[in-house]
């Protein structure tokens, strides 16, 4: 059965849509550094925006490690935005640039609820080359500056 | 396969889990009233939140309405807290109370983007009697003042 057609605002974010699966690497000042695996799903449904869920796994029992979840939207020609939400409390908007399939997004504004982990910003870096997705995340948090935190590599899976 | 057990933390939140379909109706001094069908999932990976997404459609044509995606997560004994990105935009915590299997939720932040729909404050009731859930968001938007958006009434499906 054919789905709806790609909404036209969201064209240029149409090289991402897909299942990718991959493996990346962790380090923080404040923890010890650690390797995961990790799913990224976007799809659409025809409207002006692409559905996102990241979950990430321990690569030694694949015990589950981070998710978040929200939406991608385009802000203008070149201009991307992000609204994403994560289980440690946080709510966050992200924009930032596209050129060709290159994503380049950092905090905006972030919220938390009252017991939520302290996260100040992030920055993220996506790249796409045909069916290789790579990404560096930079964040500041619990005290700490802007650094780099996690960078993977994914593939594009059956879609 | 068995999953991971609940998080003893989300222990309350617990007659949330599952899948959830049913109708509701939306109404707004700027839109003409509308019906839609409704599906609500919750679930957890084993760790101190519970994942959340819903997704509405219009009765008529089954094209796509809203959607929202994010987190639940307890904030102490009787307090709930809610982490939601929606495809407008918009970012919002929500904290309030949890009354055996009622909840009633205030946004207390919320962060837009740049191109973002204007979303002042979002207040949800929720009550789930057995395998029945209704539930009413009331809506501060585009200048209105906070009044009745939504109502609905979803059933349990299988899990």
Redesign the interface.
């Known amino acids: 059965m054919a789905g709806p057609e790609l909404h036209p605002d969201v064209v240029p974010l149409g090289f991402l849509i897909g299942s990718w699966m991959g493996e990346g690497k962790g380090e923080y000042p404040t923890i010890e550094s650690f390797a995961y695996g990790e799913e990224v799903r976007f799809w659409h449904?025809?409207?002006p925006?692409l559905?996102y869920?990241q979950?990430t796994w321990a690569l030694d029992d694949g015990?589950?490690l981070h998710?978040e979840?929200?939406?991608w939207?385009m802000?203008?020609p070149g201009?991307v935005?992000l609204?994403?939400?994560?289980?440690t409390?946080?709510?966050?908007?992200e924009?930032g640039t596209l050129d060709g399939t290159s994503l380049s997004l950092a905090t905006?504004?972030?919220?938390?609820?009252?017991?939520?982990k302290l996260v100040e910003r992030l920055e993220r870096d996506i790249r796409v080359e045909g069916d290789v997705l790579t990404y560096e995340l930079r964040m500041s948090a619990v005290g700490q500056p802007l650094i780099s935190h996690l960078t993977g590599e994914l593939q594009r899976g059956a879609s």
């Open positions: 449904v025809g409207k925006f559905a869920t979950r015990r589950p998710s979840s929200g939406y939207r802000g203008g201009r935005e609204v994403l939400a994560h289980p409390g946080v709510a966050e908007v924009d905006s504004s972030v919220v938390r609820t009252p017991t939520a």
